[in-house]
C-alpha cells in the first residue's frame, strides 16, 4: 500500500527538482521495503482466504438465491464425536460433508464407514494436516494420495473433494489436487468452533454471515490430536439446523449444492 501512495506524493508538479531527488533519495529504501510488504500481503491473501480465487479456482459456496445451506466438518474422524455428530444428523434428517485426515481414517476407518452408509459426502483432508502452502510438490502429492488410499481401504470409494488444512495453498496444491481428480472446497461461513464455546455462541457466529448458499465451516475433530472433544459443535449443529430449518432452509452436502451452481462453481468474491 505504501507504493502507489508514495508515487503520486514524489510525482506532485509543485516540488522543485532538487527537493524530489532528495525525497525520493530517503524514501527509496521505505518504497522497496513497503513494496515486498504489499506484495507478501497479497500472496498471504490468495494463500490463506477462503474466497481468494487468485492461486486457482474453488468451490467456497452455492448461489446466493436458493436457500440452501451445506454443513461442513474437518478433522474426523474422531471418536466419540463423530458417532455423536452423526446420530444428530440422522435424527434431524440431514446430510452433510466430511473432510478426513487419512491418519485417523486408518485408525478408524468404521467410522467412515458409518460417515458413507448415512448418506454423507467425504473428501479428502491430507494424510497429516500439514500446511500445504509450505509443503513442496512431492509431499503435497504423497499428503493427498496417502489420504485417498486410506479412504479406499477403508470404503473401496475415492473421494472428489479436497480442502486443504487451514485453508492453506498455493497454485501447485490446486494443480495436484485437480490432477488426482479431486474438487477443490473451501468455505464462506466460520464456525470458530475451535475458538469458541459454548454451543450458542458458535450458533452466534455462523449466524452472523449465514444465508442463501452458505457453507459452513465446523469441526468433528482436532488435527492436534485424535479424541479431541466437539461436543460443542454436536449441540451447535441441532440448533443452526433448527434455527435455519424455521426460515426454510434446505440443508444440502457439497456435491448436492455443487448441482445448483453455475458450472459447478461459485465464489462470493472474484479475484
Ligand atoms: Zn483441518
Given at each position: 500500500?505504501?507504493?502507489?501512495?508514495?508515487?503520486?506524493?514524489?510525482?506532485?508538479?509543485?516540488?522543485?527538482?532538487?527537493?524530489?531527488?532528495?525525497?525520493?533519495?530517503?524514501?527509496?529504501?521505505?518504497?522497496?521495503?513497503?513494496?515486498?510488504?504489499?506484495?507478501?500481503?497479497?500472496?498471504?491473501?490468495?494463500?490463506?482466504?477462503?474466497?481468494?480465487?487468485?492461486?486457482?479456482?474453488?468451490?467456497?459456496?452455492?448461489?446466493?438465491?436458493?436457500?440452501?445451506?451445506?454443513?461442513?466438518?474437518?478433522?474426523?474422524?474422531?471418536?466419540?464425536?463423530?458417532?455423536?455428530?452423526?446420530?444428530?444428523?440422522?435424527?434431524?434428517?440431514?446430510?452433510?460433508?466430511?473432510?478426513?485426515?487419512?491418519?485417523?481414517?486408518?485408525?478408524?476407518?468404521?467410522?467412515?464407514?458409518?460417515?458413507?452408509?448415512?448418506?454423507?459426502?467425504?473428501g479428502n483432508?491430507?494424510?497429516?494436516?500439514?500446511?500445504?502452502?509450505?509443503?513442496?510438490?512431492?509431499?503435497?502429492?504423497?499428503?493427498?494420495?496417502?489420504?485417498?488410499?486410506?479412504?479406499?481401504?477403508?470404503?473401496?470409494?475415492?473421494?472428489?473433494l479436497f480442502r486443504?488444512?487451514?485453508?492453506?495453498?498455493?497454485?501447485?496444491?490446486?494443480?495436484?489436487a485437480?490432477?488426482?481428480?479431486l474438487e477443490p472446497v473451501?468455505?464462506?461461513?466460520?464456525?470458530?468452533?475451535?475458538?469458541?464455546?459454548?454451543?450458542?455462541?458458535?450458533?452466534?457466529?455462523?449466524?452472523?454471515?449465514?444465508?442463501?448458499?452458505?457453507?459452513?465451516?465446523?469441526?468433528?475433530?482436532?488435527?492436534?490430536?485424535?479424541?479431541?472433544?466437539?461436543?460443542?459443535?454436536?449441540?451447535?449443529?441441532?440448533?443452526?439446523?433448527?434455527?435455519?430449518?424455521?426460515?426454510?432452509?434446505?440443508?444440502?452436502?457439497?456435491?448436492?449444492?455443487?448441482?445448483?451452481?453455475?458450472?459447478?462453481?461459485?465464489?462470493?468474491?472474484?479475484?
Open positions: 500500500m505504501g507504493l502507489p501512495r508514495g508515487r503520486v506524493g514524489l510525482t506532485t508538479r509543485d516540488q522543485q527538482p532538487t527537493t524530489r531527488f532528495t525525497i525520493l533519495r530517503m524514501l527509496g529504501p521505505l518504497i522497496g521495503a513497503g513494496t515486498v510488504v504489499a506484495a507478501a500481503g497479497v500472496v498471504a491473501y490468495h494463500a490463506m482466504a477462503p474466497w481468494a480465487q487468485g492461486f486457482g479456482s474453488t468451490f467456497v459456496c452455492g448461489p446466493s438465491s436458493v436457500k440452501r445451506i451445506a454443513l461442513t466438518y474437518d478433522d474426523g474422524p474422531n471418536d466419540p464425536h463423530t458417532l455423536k455428530l452423526l446420530e444428530v444428523l440422522a435424527k434431524d434428517d440431514v446430510r452433510a460433508t466430511f473432510f478426513l485426515i487419512g491418519r485417523y481414517v486408518s485408525r478408524r476407518p468404521d467410522i467412515v464407514r458409518d460417515i458413507l452408509q448415512a448418506g454423507h459426502a467425504i483432508h491430507t494424510f497429516t494436516h500439514p500446511t500445504l502452502a509450505l509443503t513442496g510438490a512431492v509431499e503435497t502429492r504423497i499428503q493427498l494420495e496417502e489420504c485417498q488410499r486410506a479412504v479406499e481401504d477403508a470404503t473401496g470409494e475415492s473421494p472428489r486443504p488444512p487451514f485453508g492453506a495453498r498455493r497454485p501447485r496444491t490446486l494443480q495436484i485437480r490432477s488426482l481428480g473451501m468455505w464462506n461461513v466460520t464456525s470458530w468452533d475451535w475458538k469458541v464455546a459454548p454451543a450458542a455462541k458458535i450458533v452466534e457466529r455462523c449466524n452472523r454471515s449465514m444465508g442463501d448458499g452458505a457453507v459452513v465451516l465446523m469441526h468433528d475433530g482436532s488435527h492436534l490430536g485424535f479424541g479431541a472433544d466437539r461436543w460443542q459443535t454436536v449441540v451447535a449443529t441441532h440448533l443452526l439446523i433448527e434455527g435455519w430449518r424455521a426460515k426454510g432452509y434446505e440443508f444440502v452436502t457439497i456435491p448436492e449444492m455443487m448441482e445448483g451452481s453455475v458450472a459447478g462453481r461459485q465464489s462470493p468474491v472474484a479475484g
